[in-house]
């Protein structure tokens, strides 16, 4: 008895396994889905299982845009829909914005990874907030709970109403002390750094929290895959 691998079939075996155990999103519609499609500006409107976040019974929280309609210019790499939220610290809490979910099946003690991208927009307020430029350099907080565990990158406004910037990449390891978490991201700005009046319009869009295989895990799938595609014949 001999045991024949045959190449090509190990190959076509180990592949379409592993598209199997593709890492899985622990965010329940992380690319921020909105159907039907909404016209810009919707207050109050954010994609399924995600809630607003306000400190105040307002209507302006994270809009939720169809990137392919006017004051947005540069589409993320998810693509489709994504959530605005704006801050003003001098009009806070009711211009305090952002979105949140509820996350279970977590790993205490594993690994994840946190990633979004992110981008930022300069909004023509119009007659609505006169005087009230959105002209601050914004980022996101990311919280569990009251607790902040990570400010992305802060971005710098564009100079040109009704643009907005190319999107950037963000990401951060995080290790669950907690089956259970509920994750907040808001947007936040610089007035007070800068001691002036202005705003902050921050986008957001691919959330996802992705469990780090660990390797012991990776070597028994290799194992156990190239196991199965081996074939055994009688000689």
Not at 27 to 55: C, E, H, K, M, R
């Amino acid at each position: 008895m001999k045991i024949s691998l045959h190449i090509p079939v190990f190959i076509s075996c180990f592949l379409g396994l592993g598209l199997q155990v593709t890492a899985q999103n622990a965010f329940t519609n992380g690319s921020l889905d909105f159907s039907p499609q909404p016209a810009n500006g919707p207050n109050g409107v954010v994609p399924a299982a995600w809630t607003n976040i306000s400190n105040s019974d307002t209507a302006w929280d994270g809009w939720a845009l169809n990137s392919g309609q006017g004051q947005v210019s540069i589409d993320s790499t998810d693509s489709g829909e994504f959530v605005h939220s704006l801050y003003d610290a001098t009009l806070a809490p009711t211009f305090a914005e952002g979105i949140e979910q509820t996350v279970s099946g977590l790993t205490v003690g594993a690994t994840y990874v946190f990633s979004f991208e992110q981008s930022q927009l300069y909004w023509d307020g119009g007659s609505l907030q006169a005087g009230v430029p959105s002209n601050l350099d914004g980022w996101w907080d990311v919280q569990m709970g009251t607790t902040t565990l990570f400010s992305s990158a802060t971005m710098s406004a564009p100079t040109t109403p009704n643009t907005n910037t190319a999107w950037q990449n963000q990401s951060f390891t995080f290790i669950p002390t907690s089956s259970t978490a509920t994750f907040s991201f808001l947007a936040k700005n610089d007035v007070d750094d800068r001691g002036a009046a202005g705003r902050s319009d921050m986008l957001i869009d691919g959330i996802s929290l992705v469990a780090v295989p660990e390797p012991g895990s990776s070597m028994l799938l290799i194992l156990g895959t190239s196991l199965l595609c081996l074939r055994r014949r009688v000689a």
